[in-house]
């Protein structure tokens, strides 16, 4: 677990919090669609993703989800912090993209840490920043994008935090995120393949144009 660590987060923090990070972390994998965090529970610990992507989604009163940003390795998310140091409930719910591993964070140590350590505040400051960027991102994607837009930038956003040009959800799952049926998402995907962007195979879109 040490070396991933190094590996995912030597570049932000110092050799002294990595070492305490390891003692006290509790180390977790995942499987792709594993659900991580659900939404009205307590979280005690905050998550430091080593390997893998986690998709954050929000739920409206119907029942709806809302894709809110995606995680990467070195990512923490800022709903998580905000809910382990108010001790409230989850308002998100993450949802494994891929397999991968993380680490969580006792929410006494994240305290502790704040005052310790600079990297360690700078690391929860700038990823409060991330988060809200990417969460007003989504709010002007609905707002202001035409549904084959928000489609063609949520295969484009997927294929970038996945590392592979091809991307295996099928037409009923994007639908599902993105509010839509399946029957507009085939019609859609097919314009997009016409237009040189994508390309369709059985299974599986290719992203063409990033």
């Given amino acids: 677990m040490k070396e991933i660590l ?99 964070i006792p929410v006494e140590k994240m305290e502790e840490w704040l005052t310790k350590y600079k990297t360690w505040r700078n690391f929860v400051f700038d990823s409060y920043n991330v988060r809200l960027k990417e969460m007003l991102e989504a709010i002007d994607t609905l707002a202001f994008m035409n549904l084959d837009e928000r489609l063609y930038k949520y295969l484009t956003d997927k294929a970038k935090v996945l590392g592979d040009t091809e991307i295996n959800n099928t037409h009923q799952q994007i639908a599902y995120e993105l509010h839509t049926s399946r029957v507009v998402i085939s019609r859609l995907l097919k314009s997009l393949e016409l237009q040189g962007k994508i390309k369709l195979h059985r299974n599986k879109i290719e992203v063409l144009e990033f």
């Fill in 6 to 104: 190094k590996q995912a987060y030597s570049y932000i923090f110092e050799e002294a919090l990595l070492e305490e990070i390891d003692k006290v972390a509790i180390f977790k994998e995942f499987k792709a669609d594993d659900y991580l965090i659900e939404i009205g529970d307590y979280i005690k610990t905050m998550p430091l993703l080593l390997e893998g992507a986690i998709k954050i989604l929000r739920e409206d009163d119907n029942g709806e989800e809302l894709l809110l940003y995606f995680l990467e390795r070195g990512d923490t998310c800022a709903m998580t912090l905000t809910c382990c140091m108010g001790q409230s409930k989850s308002k998100i719910r993450a949802i494994a993209e891929t397999d991968g591993s993380l680490l969580m």
